[in-house]
Structures are given as structure tokens and as C-alpha cells.
């Protein structure tokens, strides 16, 4: 399994951005498709995003798309989702997520992901 490391949480006013950053090792990072989830207090963990081990296939969720874009650079291995025009409902916990390959992205269930993050807090609040 690949061992994940989320970072670049924190506290951010309406309407800000933030991004996220998903550190991978132990595995061959390129390997492995990356997804993001979130999950607020109360509520089911849900799919965010995901990125294929090739890059070439992105997937978002209806609640973000057009505000968050998803990316990765192997060289680093690591994985990024930036998140503009941030709302209060986006205040969660985030965890990363990787999935062997080979996986498209054409669906993001926690199903497929066998590798997560402990998770980090993003809050959304003025």
C-alpha cells in the first residue's frame, strides 16, 4: 500500500482558496490513480475528486465542480487540490486516497481505495 500525507489545510474566509497537498511513499506513486474525499461532521465520507495514475483522467464532484481542480506531479509524488471560491459547506475533513492501478476515475467511491491519509481539517467560516 502506499502510505499517504495530507497538508495545506486550515481556516479560510468565504470566498478564498486553499490547496491541498497529498505526499505519497512506499510505493511507486505513478502506480496508483489519487482521489479526495471529505467528510463533514455527521455526514458520509464523499468523493471529491480523483486523478488517474496516468493524469489524463480527472473527476469531480456536481458540489465542486468548476471551483476545485485536481493535479499531480509524479516527480514529487505528490498530488494537489486546489479549491477556489470556497464556501462555508465546504468545511470538512479531507483525506486523500489512492487506487491501484488501473482505475479511470469515472466513478470516486471510498470502494476502490485501498491507501488514506489521516486526514486534514479545512473550515470555511468569516
Known amino acids: 500500500q502506499l502510505h499517504l500525507v495530507e497538508s495545506g489545510g486550515g481556516l479560510v474566509q468565504p470566498g478564498g482558496s486553499l490547496r491541498l497537498s497529498c505526499e505519497g511513499s512506499?510505493?511507486?506513486?505513478?502506480?496508483?490513480?489519487i482521489g479526495w474525499f471529505r467528510q463533514a461532521p455527521g455526514k458520509e465520507r464523499e468523493g471529491v475528486s480523483c486523478?488517474?495514475?496516468?493524469?489524463?483522467?480527472?473527476n469531480f464532484a456536481d458540489s465542486v465542480k468548476g471551483r476545485f481542480t485536481i493535479s499531480r506531479d509524479d516527480a514529487k509524488n505528490t498530488a494537489y487540490l486546489d479549491m477556489n471560491s470556497l464556501k462555508p459547506e465546504d468545511t470538512a475533513v479531507y483525506y486523500c486516497?489512492?487506487?491501484?492501478?488501473?482505475?479511470?476515475?469515472?466513478?470516486?467511491?471510498?470502494?476502490?481505495?485501498?491507501?488514506w491519509g489521516q486526514g486534514i481539517q479545512v473550515t470555511v467560516s468569516s
Open positions: 486516497a489512492a487506487a491501484p492501478r488501473p482505475m479511470f476515475c469515472t466513478m470516486i467511491y471510498t470502494a476502490f481505495f485501498n491507501s
Open positions: 512506499g510505493r511507486a506513486f505513478n502506480d496508483y490513480a
Open positions: 486523478i488517474s495514475d496516468s493524469g489524463e483522467n480527472t
